[in-house]
């Protein structure tokens, strides 16, 4: 039994008819999703766990579960292995026992997504595609310029027009090419399934959306590897796509399959800004669908109307007890700002959405006191700066001079 196994085989979510390890996203039969699929039974947990104890500190120590393989060359920034951090401080506020901050906003490029373009970036260039690509709402375009430069490969990153200064400036830095686009970040997407249609480009989150995908299962092993290879009883994770919410959920149950963790029961919520919850929306109706919105909401790396990944957040939810919530503009600025004053983590307007939610649910009793909870904060607020513009208390003016900074103070 060899440990270091990839997957050998892509294999449909809806009708399970199996393809090869290629660049492939959609099923031919039915257009459902396809996934890589591991042999499960191959992996022993107790081997897997000294292999991630023993590997790099990164999200790669978890390459049994992951695409690639021993013979395929990794695009390696060191994303992944963030800290889990105690937060007793919020738990307080929030009436909670056991609270941890999953603090992933301090990876190479200040976002989780380091950790999907890892792995993305590493099957584009197994395949032999020309250039690296995707269609971003912030986060995902640094993640691409970051991991394409460290790659040498051309970067093109496909984003909506209005979005925030930093993460625009920041991919540019990376040496990528941002084509920024008018319209909203389903207008991007569409165009980018047309342009990876015409061009020989590996889009990250489009043709390569299988592998992509993938890496934010490390997200889940890491949580139960730094809770000493256990899992907790609630988990709350911010929707876009809804992919990050799915493959948390699909971590649990595969190191629950080869033994690396006690099967328990635990419960995964999602979080979601009014000013885009389509989720949030179908799982409060029982609605059977997800319908797409127009986003209007400052969490802008959240706001995707059409999310591919929606409904399977929902089963997610659903399966496992979990709620999806959906806070107010002023609660995202009050959920930032609550996590930097009780716990020291500047998080941007996703994180805000997070930690909003998670008050919400606590509040309603539906995060119960003694549950040990973990909060997914997955990027960082120096990218969203301007969103606390005129929400914060006013800065001091003075000149170099003791007494008027005494008169000031009011002292
Ligand atoms: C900071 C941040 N958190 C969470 C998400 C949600 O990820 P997903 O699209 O997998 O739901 C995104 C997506 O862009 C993001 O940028
Ligand atoms: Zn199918």
């Known amino acids: 039994m060899t440990l ?8 449909c979510r809806e009708c399970h008819r199996r393809y090869g390890v290629e660049p492939l996203s959609i099923c031919e039969e039915c257009f459902g999703p396809l996934e890589p699929a591991y042999d499960l039974d191959a992996v ?10 023993a590997g790099p500190t ?3 120590r978890y390459e049994p579960l992951l695409p690639g393989g021993p013979d395929v060359e990794r695009v390696d920034l060191g994303a992944g292995f963030t800290p889990l951090r105690r937060a007793d401080n919020l738990a307080e506020v929030l009436g909670l026992e056991r609270l941890w901050i999953k603090d992933d906003s301090v990876n190479p490029s200040n976002s989780f997504k380091d950790r999907v373009v890892s792995v993305a970036t590493t099957m584009a260039r197994a395949f032999g595609f020309e250039a690296i690509s995707c269609a971003s709402t912030g986060n995902l375009a640094n993640a691409t310029g970051a991991h394409a430069a460290k790659a040498r490969m051309p970067a093109y990153v496909f984003v909506p027009e209005d979005l925030e200064r ?8 990376y040496g990528a090419k941002v084509v920024a686009v008018k319209g909203n970040y389903d207008d991007v997407n569409r165009l980018c399934s047309e342009v990876a249609d015409a ?6 989150n489009v043709n390569m959306r299988p592998y992509y995908a993938e890496g934010s299962k490390s997200l889940g092993f890491e949580t139960a590897e730094q809770l000493g290879w256990r899992l907790p009883d609630h988990c709350v994770v911010p929707i876009a796509s809804g992919a990050l919410m799915t493959k948390i959920h699909r971590a649990f149950r595969e190191l629950a399959a080869i033994g690396a963790v006690e099967d328990k029961p635990y419960r995964v919520s999602g979080a979601q800004a009014e000013g885009c919850a389509p989720v949030a929306q179908a799982f409060r109706e029982n609605a059977t669908e997800v319908r797409p919105v127009k986003p209007d909401t400052i969490a802008k ?6 999310p591919a990944d929606g409904w399977y957040a929902i089963q997610t939810a659903r399966a496992t007890g979990g ?10 600025i009050e959920g930032l700002r609550l996590l930097a004053e009780t716990e020291g983590v500047f ?9 909003a939610v998670l008050k919400r649910l606590a509040e309603r009793g539906v995060i119960r006191r003694d549950e040990e909870t973990v909060a997914y904060v997955t990027g960082n607020g120096y990218k969203t700066v301007e969103a606390l513009e005129g929400t914060l208390e006013a800065t001091y003016h003075v000149a170099p001079d003791l007494d008027e900074f005494l008169a000031a103070l009011g002292r």
């Open 4 to 11: 270091i196994t990839s997957p050998q085989a892509l294999e």
């Open 44 to 53: 022993d947990g107790v081997e897997f766990r000294k292999h991630a104890e």
């Open 58 to 60: 990164s999200l790669w």
């Open 166 to 173: 930093a993460k625009i400036l920041a991919t540019e830095a």
């Open 199 to 204: 061009l020989p480009w590996a889009f990250v």
């Open 301 to 306: 790396s959240l706001a995707i109307g059409n």
């Open 323 to 332: 709620e999806i919530d959906a806070c107010t503009e002023a609660e995202v």
């Open 347 to 355: 998080t941007e307007t996703a994180g805000g959405v997070t930690i």
